[in-house]
Structures are given as C-alpha cells and as structure tokens.
C-alpha cells in the first residue's frame, strides 16, 4: 500500500465550510433523516409479526440504536471528521476497516434516496396524479440544487421540512389518544402453522425475526449525525448533543405511532395500510386532518430524501479525499460544498429509482446499514481496547458492553433481513463484494495517506493554513 504525491493546493479545494451547524440544527439533521419512517414502512412489520411481535421487534432495534447512538457520541466527538463511521473504522482498523465501513454506509444512503424518492412520486401522484421518472428527476435535480447553494442554507430549509412534519406526527397523537384501545392491537388471527403462536405472537417467533427490518425503519441513517461534523461550530459538543436528542425524540415519536395507530385503528388494518397515520384518523372520524397530514407525509417524505443526499455527499466526499474513490469527486465549490459527491451518487440513485421498486431498495438499504452498525460498534470496543487513552470529550455510558449490545444486535438485525427479502440480502453482498473489490484491486495503492492520523494531521495543516489566510 502507497500514498500518492498531492499538489499543495489539494486539501484548498476540498474544504467544507466550518460553523455552519450548532446542535439543534445537528439534532434537527438526525431527525430529518429518519422521519419518513414514521409515516409508512414501519406498520408491515405488524403484517409480519403482529402487532405483540412488531412490539419486541422495533423495542430490540430501539435498544440496538441507543446503544449505537451512544457509541457514535464518543467516537464523534474525539475524531470529528466529515466520513463519520469510515474515520472511525479507519482509525483503528487500517485503511481495509476504514474502506469496507465507508462502503456499507454508502450502499445504504445510495439506496434509501432512490427508494424514498419513490415513495414520493406515489404522494404526489395521489394529490396531483403524476408520477414516474419526471418527478423523480424533479425531485433529485431541485434538492441537490439546495444542498449545491451551501450547507447552512440546506439544514435551515430541511429543518422547516421536518417541522411540518414532525407537526402531523404531534397532530394525529393528539387527535387518536382518547379512542386509544388495547384490545385493538391483538386483532389479528393466530396462525395455527406458526411455532409459539399466541394473540401477542400470531405468527409465532419467526414473525419477530422477520420484523426486525421494519423495525429499523423508525430509526434508520440517525447514525449519519456525525457526517455532519467538519460543518459543526463545536464538534466535539455538538455532534453528542445533537445525535442523542434526535435520537431521544425519535423514540419518542415511534411510541407515539406503534400504539395509538394499532390502538385506534386495530392492528390487521394497520399492518396493511400504505398510509396508516392518514387510515388511523379517518377510521377515527378526523377526516379533515387526515387531507392534511396526508399532505404533510409528503413533507416527512421529503425530509428524509433531503437530508440523506446531505449524508451520501458527505461520505462520498470523505472517501474521495482520502483516495479510495476517484479524487474529482471531493472538490468543493466556492461555497465549499462538494459538487460533484452531490451530483455523481444523485444519477446513480435516479437510476435505481427507474426500477421502481422501492421495498427491494430499503431492504437493501438495511443490509448495508447493519454491515456498518457492526463494524462501527466493533471500532468504539477496539477504539477503547487499543487506544485506552485517547482524548474523549465524551464517554459512552456503559463503554463496551454498550458497543457490544449493539454489535450483537446488530448481526442479528442482519439475518432478520435474510428472513424477510433473501433477495435484497443477496444483492446487497453481491453489490458489496463488487466495491471490496474495488479496493484490493485499485484504490488502496492510490490512497492520499497511509494511516488516519497522517490524514488527519494533512487536514489539520490545510485548516489552519486557511484559518491564517483569513486572518
């Protein structure tokens, strides 16, 4: 493995603008990520497993998150680098460790844009009647144009998003509580083919198992907080901070959903609802905030779509930088955004977005995310193991056995997809070992530095090299 001799202006033209995030717009950024999920995807892990089953599913992936959540806070705030998961992979695990997390990150914020982006051509077919590659182009073309004018203004107009959202999650809580009705959640018929069936597991254990996927939805790409780090005005306080309290009201709100829907509306029918907050109130008699919350599903919709092309160009740019993606793809406008880690995965997504099948593109989505979720909690285990006294502006609470409840989980969450879509699961380690290869082949002998602290010391320099131009 060698470094490549750069030009000293190379790291001038791959600076992100610094400051640009406090840690509420950090937590409004975690948020956005997720809150699509909140309003569709996550209710088919009922039709799976039962609203009881459902339950012990989304409560194991709530307890995998938090722990990663966790983990991340501390690995954030001591190496708060623009790659997130890849910096910390790499740090501890060698440029191969660095590369094959990176990937597994990149194959899920590839995939769940091209599949939200269809999601959202189906709100906007049902309010306009259009649909098909044209809205989905629209939609690419007129949120990376955002995202192109500079960080700031991106995570300012994605907070106005998830605000309107976020109000129809509230909204539709408030209006369903009263009829909340327990019996509701178990009416779904036992399977008398199911092992361990009962009316709280109606499809037995397996059911569980199948549902993890689902689970996940209500949390899924939080963990791309810390992408956002080179941008933050204190990362080693705002990254913790904003990842914790996205992910604390995350929680919260997939309570909100899980019970009140099933409790109003009865489980069977959520479990096969396309729109279950929009079912839920108009089975309940609010027929007026149904229209409206079926409006604002697009805003949710739209926020994650958003927030996600925020988080691949953030990644892509990392992994370009360092060299293990083609270099053009980290150069900076003068806005110091990266033009063309916005663009380049952008095309490739609309290109995934044409097979028009959405469901196949988070499930592989999942995959590549739970490849990341075990290799980012085993760099904080080895990260405390080998580097006991690295400087840790915050500790996970737990240490290891937290990383490790996570790490566990998370293989776990894993074979739950193989469960649920053995062909998502197929293809994403065929797409996996396509870009692994891609490495040994090719671009571990063109990487900018050998170790991440040589790498993190050139971007040190170019910081304060630009710091004293400035000045």
Not at 60 to 86: D, H, N, T
Not at 163 to 174: G, K, N, Q, S
Not at 308 to 328: C, D, E, H, T
């Amino acid at each position: 493995m060698k470094n490549v001799n750069i030009k000293e202006d190379y790291l001038a033209k791959r600076q992100l603008k610094r400051g640009s995030a406090g840690w509420i717009l950090l937590a409004g950024l975690g948020v956005s990520y997720v809150i699509s999920g909140d309003f569709a995807g996550w209710n088919f892990g009922i039709a799976q497993a039962g609203w009881g089953g459902f339950a012990i599913a989304a409560g194991l992936m709530a307890i995998m998150y938090f722990c990663l959540v966790l983990s991340l806070a501390e690995m954030s705030a001591s190496i708060p680098a623009a790659g997130g998961g890849y910096s910390f992979a790499r740090q501890v695990m060698g440029p191969a460790g660095g590369y094959l997390t990176g990937l597994a990150i990149l194959i899920e914020y590839a995939l769940a844009p091209a599949a939200i982006v269809i999601f959202i051509g189906s709100a906007v077919e049902a309010l306009t009647g259009f649909n098909g590659p044209l809205v989905y182009a629209l939609f690419y073309i007129v949120f990376i144009s955002i995202h192109l004018i500079g960080a700031g203004e991106a995570l300012k107009t994605m907070m106005v998003i998830s605000a309107l959202a976020i109000f129809a999650i509230i909204a539709t809580a408030v209006a369903l509580i009263g009829n909340f009705d327990s019996t509701k959640l178990f009416d779904i018929a036992v399977s008398a083919e199911a092992s361990g069936a009962s009316e709280f597991l109606p499809f037995g254990w397996y059911g569980v198992w199948a549902a993890l996927p689902f689970g996940m939805w209500l949390f899924l790409a939080v963990e791309g907080v810390p992408l956002a780090a080179e941008e933050a005005k204190n990362p080693e306080k705002d990254v913790p901070k904003g990842i914790i309290a996205a992910m604390i009201f995350l929680l919260f709100s997939a309570v909100l959903v899980v019970f009140l829907l099933a409790g109003v509306a009865g489980a069977d029918a959520i479990g096969k609802s396309s729109v279950p907050l929009v079912d839920a109130l108009n089975i309940n008699g609010n027929t007026t905030l149904a229209t409206t919350v079926n409006v604002l599903g697009l805003a949710g919709l739209v926020a994650s779509f958003f927030s996600i092309i925020y988080g691949y160009s953030r990644l892509v740019f990392a992994l370009s930088r360092a060299g293990y993606l083609p270099q053009f793809l980290s150069l900076t406008s003068k806005k110091k955004t990266p033009t063309w880690a916005l663009i380049v995965p952008g095309i490739l997504g609309f290109l995934a977005s044409l097979t028009g099948e959405g469901d196949l593109m988070l499930a592989m989505a999942v995959v590549g995310a739970t490849i990341s979720y075990a290799l980012m909690s085993l760099s904080h285990i080895l990260l405390r193991v080998k580097n006991p006294d690295m400087p840790r502006p915050y500790k996970t609470p737990g240490g290891i056995i937290t990383s490790s409840i996570a790490f566990v989980l998370s293989l776990v969450a894993l074979t739950g997809v193989y469960a649920f879509d053995p062909r998502a699961f197929n293809y994403t380690i065929i797409l996996y070992v396509i870009g692994a290869l891609y490495f040994f082949l090719y671009s571990k002998n063109h990487l900018v530095a050998k170790t991440a602290d040589e790498e993190f010391a050139m971007l040190e320099k170019a910081e304060s090299d630009l710091v004293h131009e400035l000045g």
